[in-house]
């Protein structure tokens, strides 16, 4: 599966001591919390609203009172659902077409202050995937900077409101791989070398397309992004505002572009925070991550060969890694769950360290006791980026995840033109450039049609801010200009610094982007901000 290709880092529902900014943007949890765990929905949460309609706002699940303590106990929390044509094509009433006459539910998240005042009105929010919750972003981003989330001059002039997009976690969600195919897809060697081992990574992503194509059919298209920067503009309507304020991350940032060209003259305001380039195809932006991820991966050897006290694989931390993963390719280290830390989940180590600066350590750490054969480190790093949990099931993450990039994506390369790409990028992005080619199996093999999103002007649309990392791993700064310059009207906010995503990680960012949020005060032209 195209684990390195996607859009943003996934969900995790345990990775612990990291900010919340590194939740939100790199799907990492904060110290010493949980995810809440949101329950399935009930009566007393209520029906889903028709289209169109004021939902009925109830009590959510309960936050755990340890969150609430430590996190943000001014908040309060309300649950609701909307009804969404499956099609917006057909519309829910029309007869023709694969989602015709149905609908879709969309969960929505409402976090408000009660020291409320002055109220703007409603800031949506999506972390990304395509796959990661809104809904639980905007529970952890209504914990205040303290843990890295909003500051209170956005969480107090606004209620912050997540949805699950359609197909994600609680929105009518796409479950078709099993949980033995997962894990042999992340366990699979991320360079299989040998044509047989070629051959038998392309069964696995057809037997995963197989079975995908068998539960969902010809309704697989209706994931994409466009039906839901649709569901968004549903969103928008349900919370009760004439024009949408949005704040997305990563894959984020692409839906709120295509929501820009559906509905510019429905946009107040739009953060784009990791910006994705939508004009990139499959092979484009597979390499586009090799790079940025071989980039990153480069400034962590550079941090280890100068601190050497805090890395126990320095000077050399490239070889030590490389090392890693060569060894387990032959003789994988058995953890105490029996489970093997083969060359797969070594390589899934690393690239979820390379979202946050701060996972630099944790990686070093992780690859060292690896070699003392202790692979616990290996495991919860990589797990962490799966969203496996300790039982071994995994959510419904990386299942949507595969169904709204591929309903994405048109271009559809031979398995030959993949196998030369993966000899290619050997050369050029050694440790990445393999698995980021071979990766692009996952939708090659993906049954069902294609449902492209628009890639144009924002014509109409008001200035749309536009943040890039310069070590950006998933969505390297080069998109950053890209997107802004295909709106139209998009205005670049340089982070210089390291990890996925920028806001509110610095007061330069966040200070920029508050005034755009509140007062709509467009940053300058070319403000770069820097790292500390």
């Known amino acids: 599966m195209t684990r390195t290709a996607d859009r943003s880092r996934m969900a995790s529902r345990r990775r612990a001591r990291r900010t919340l900014a590194a939740f939100v943007v790199a799907a990492l949890l904060t110290a010493g919390c949980t995810l809440p765990a949101f329950a399935p929905r009930t009566e007393a949460q209520g029906e889903a609203a028709p289209t169109g309609s004021t939902p009925t706002w109830r009590p959510c699940p309960e ?34 077409g694969p989602g015709a006459g149905q609908t879709f539910e969309i969960a929505l998240l409402r976090a408000r202050s009660t020291k409320q005042r002055d109220r703007v009105g409603s800031l949506v929010v999506n972390p990304g995937g395509p796959g990661g919750s809104g809904v639980d972003t905007a529970v952890y981003l209504s914990f205040g900077t303290q843990f890295g989330g909003l500051p209170t001059s956005i969480t107090d002039r606004f209620d912050i409101v997540g949805f699950d997009p359609r197909g994600v976690s609680r929105s009518s969600p796409v479950k078709c791989i099993s949980d033995a195919d997962l894990d042999a897809s992340f366990g699979f060697d991320p360079d299989p070398s040998s044509q047989t081992a070629f051959d038998d990574f392309v069964g696995l992503s057809q037997r995963i397309g197989r079975g995908c194509g068998d539960r969902y059919g010809d309704q697989l298209p209706l994931y994409g992004t466009e039906q839901a920067a649709r569901d968004m503009d549903a969103v928008r309507a349900a919370v009760g505002d004439d024009k949408l304020t949005y704040l997305g991350y990563s894959y984020g940032t692409l839906l709120g572009a295509t929501y820009a060209q559906l509905y510019p003259q429905r946009v107040r305001a739009l953060v784009l925070d990791g910006a994705v380039d939508p004009q990139q195809r499959l092979v484009e932006g597979s390499e586009s991550q090799a790079r940025g991820f071989e980039r990153a991966f480069t400034n962590f050897t550079r941090w280890c060969a100068a601190n050497a006290g805090r890395c126990p694989v320095a000077p050399d931390a490239r070889a030590a890694v490389t090392s890693a993963i060569d060894k387990a390719k032959v003789s994988p280290v058995r953890g105490s769950d029996g489970r093997e830390a ?51 099931h995994y959510s419904n993450l990386f299942d949507a995840n595969l169904a709204i990039n591929c309903a994405d994506e048109t271009e559809k390369p031979s398995r030959e033109q993949i196998r030369q790409l993966q000899s290619e990028w050997r050369g050029k992005y050694p440790l990445f450039g393999p698995a980021l080619a071979v990766g692009m199996l996952s939708c090659v093999e993906w049954p069902g049609g294609r449902d492209p999103y628009p890639t144009g002007k924002a014509n109409g649309a008001p200035p749309i801010v536009v943040v890039g990392t310069t070590g950006d791993p998933a969505t390297p700064y080069e998109q950053t200009p890209r997107l802004a310059s295909m709106l139209g009207v998009g205005r670049v906010l340089t982070w210089e610094g390291e990890g996925h995503t920028a806001y509110p990680q610095t007061s330069c960012i966040t200070n920029a982007v508050d005034a755009y949020l509140l007062d709509l005060t467009v940053p300058r032209e070319g403000l770069r901000c820097p790292a500390r």
């Open 63 to 96: 936050v755990p009172e340890e969150l609430v303590g430590r996190g943000a106990p001014d908040m309060r929390y309300e649950c609701a659902r909307i009804a969404v044509p499956r099609d917006w094509g057909t519309g829910a009433g029309a007869t023709a």
């Open 342 to 392: 083969t060359a797969g989940w070594v390589f899934y180590a690393v690239i979820s360290s390379l979202y946050t600066e701060s996972g630099w350590q944790e990686l070093a750490q992780a690859i060292d006791r690896l070699g003392e054969g202790d692979p616990k480190d290996v495991f919860r790093l990589a797990d962490s980026y799966a969203g496996r949990e300790d039982d071994g």
